[in-house]
């Protein structure tokens, strides 16, 4: 499984990003997709999370300033980020979870992007 994240930089405070993350080698439509993001010196957080129904769920920090989508044709899922504070900066790093047929779980991380914001 991989999972390649892309779409980050360098925003001004106020400003907006939409990161990427492509998965190739898992059941994608089967699974739940996340984005979690560190920022130095804290552990790592869930910022945003897709059911493979499409069901979703934010981070209060981030709540009416991201959407998380997904893409299954694409095998793809995105994050959209507006009024984007400095407080947001970290790597943000996608994740897929899914259980198999016969109950084994499955987590996999991509490489994570670095998202900075500059006041």
């Given at each position: 499984v991989q999972l390649v994240e892309s779409g980050g930089g360098l925003v001004?405070?106020?400003?907006?990003?939409?990161?990427?993350?492509?998965?190739?080698?898992s059941p994608f439509s089967m699974t739940t997709m996340g984005w979690y993001r560190q920022a130095p010196g804290k552990q790592r957080e869930l910022v945003a999370v897709i059911s493979s129904g499409?069901?979703?769920?934010?981070?209060?920090?981030?709540?009416?300033?991201?959407?998380?989508?997904?893409?299954?044709?694409k095998n793809t899922v995105y994050l959209q980020m507006n009024s984007l504070?400095?407080?947001?900066?970290?790597?943000?790093?996608?994740?897929?979870?899914?259980?198999?047929?016969?109950?084994?779980?499955?987590?996999?991380?991509?490489?994570?992007?670095?998202?900075?914001?500059?006041?």
């Open positions: 001004q405070a106020g400003g907006s990003l939409r990161l990427s993350c492509a998965a190739s080698g499409g069901s979703t769920n934010y981070a209060d920090s981030v709540k009416g300033r991201f959407t998380i989508s997904r893409d299954n044709a504070k400095p407080e947001d900066t970290a790597v943000y790093y996608c994740n897929s979870k899914w259980i198999g047929r016969l109950g084994s779980s499955y987590d996999y991380w991509g490489q994570g992007t670095q998202v900075t914001v500059s006041s």
